[in-house]
């Protein structure tokens, strides 16, 4: 057989190729493949064997892995990657103890960088947005989940999600895009959330007809909008086909992880404060709980998402980066690897589900991203790293040695000496 690319002398390869979502304690069920070799022919993984038995294979490029990990390419589930401005000025408040909560309250937070996405123009948003990408794909991830948000008029929520749909076709890096207009109120709606969230949903039918994004996304909070108010709005979302998301018990228990389940959403984002009754309800739900410990670390917050509880309850849990420029300001998802073992208590097993195949079932990716499977995209990484315990281990830094995206190699690490 003839292939364009052989990877070799693998280590621990982890093929991660289950039906999925993977729940409960199957997430700690991971198999492990010793001294492997991987095929890829144009996009697609064609062969899967011994490094031994790839010396049948005739490969226009030979890749050795010294013996080292690789994985499949990582899939970030929870980003609001498209955005203008910055704000690291807000850190003085919040090393102050100033809640997330009165920033935002105070015009600050999301509403500030909604300024900044309402005055920057289509062709900076998307410069900016395809180098938080290089950034991403740098880190191994090779799918994207990209949240619209900082608009909250409908001129600059189609802006973003414009921007997200001319990234994916730019950059190497599949995108699923995401609208959340339903992310805070405006000024000019102060009073009247119920009519700035049909005001928004005036948006489904054009989102839909431009193909601009497969999920509708709400932020449940206090100061937001509540449960009932995010039913009535994401009713409305399903009626129009969409797939269902919500940010979820980040800040205060509202009951939006009850809600995502009860709506039938793929999934429930941030969960750091759901009930007891919230995971019970997960655990017993197709809808896949995202956790987002950098958002906990960032702000500062004690409630880290009960990720354990979920887990052993029978939940199927994925982790993401929360990437924005407020919140959790960082593409770097293997350092999200070790706060959910640090803080969530995962275990690697658990760790390695969690930003491969689960992230890829709560984007509609399921079957598709996250696997290393003949027939399927080559998105894989190769890792600087002994084997799949080392990443969450060794914390805030880049493991990654080569990305492989769609059959094309789109990083290597440069040696200095
Ligand atoms: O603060 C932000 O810009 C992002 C965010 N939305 C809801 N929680 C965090
Ligand atoms: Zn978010």
Redesign the pocket.
């Known amino acids: 057989m003839e292939v364009d690319i052989l990877i070799t002398n693998i280590g621990q390869l982890l093929p991660m190729d289950k039906k999925g979502p993977v729940k409960g304690a199957d997430m700690g069920e991971l198999t492990v493949w010793n001294d492997a070799a991987v095929g890829i022919k144009g996009e697609q993984v064609v062969w899967i064997g011994s490094s031994k038995e790839a010396k049948i294979l005739k490969a226009s490029q030979t890749i050795d892995a010294n013996g080292k990990l690789v994985t499949p390419g990582l899939v970030e589930p929870h980003t609001?990657l498209v955005f203008g401005g910055s704000r690291e000025e807000e850190m003085a408040l919040k090393q102050q103890g100033v809640p997330y909560l009165d920033i935002l309250k105070q015009g600050g937070?999301?509403l500030s960088?909604v300024t900044a996405t309402q005055e920057a123009s289509q062709e900076d948003l998307l410069e900016k947005a395809l180098f938080h990408l290089d950034r991403m794909a740098m880190h191994g991830i090779t799918t994207v989940e990209a949240k619209s948000g900082y608009g909250l008029n409908h001129e600059t929520e189609l802006k973003q999600l414009r921007v997200a749909k001319e990234a994916g076709k730019q950059h190497p890096i599949d995108i699923v895009s995401t609208f959340l207009g339903a992310?805070a109120i405006p000024t000019n709606y102060k009073e009247e959330p119920e009519a700035f969230l049909d005001y928004m949903s005036e948006l489904f039918d054009v989102i839909k007809q431009e193909n601009l994004a497969e999920f509708i996304d709400i932020?449940t909070e206090t100061g937001v909008f509540s449960v009932v108010q995010s039913r009535r709005y994401l009713l409305k979302a399903k009626e129009k086909g969409f797939g269902l998301k919500i940010?979820a018990d980040?800040i205060d228990p509202l009951g939006g992880t009850e809600l995502a389940v009860e709506l039938g959403a793929i999934s429930g984002d941030h969960l750091a404060v759901t009930s007891d009754e919230g995971i019970q309800k997960l655990a017993n739900s197709n809808t896949i709980g995202v956790i987002l410990p950098g958002?906990s670390f960032y702000l500062g917050k004690d409630d880290y998402a009960r990720a354990r509880e979920m887990i052993d309850a029978g939940a199927a849990i994925a982790i993401s980066t929360?990437f924005?420029?407020?919140?959790s300001v960082t593409e770097n998802l293997q350092l999200i690897m070790s706060i959910a073992a640090l803080k969530l208590k995962m275990s690697p097993e658990e760790i390695w589900h969690a930003v491969t195949i689960n992230a890829a079932h709560a984007i509609g990716r399921g079957g598709e991203a996250g696997m290393i499977a003949i027939g399927k995209k080559a998105d894989i990484v190769l890792w600087d790293a002994p084997n799949y315990k080392y990443i969450p281990y060794h914390y805030g830094v880049n493991h990654t040695n080569t990305v492989i995206k769609s059959g094309e190699i789109i990083y290597e690490r440069q040696a200095i000496r």
């Open positions: 609001h937070g999301i960088t992310h932020f940010h980040e958002t929360d924005n420029p407020g919140s």
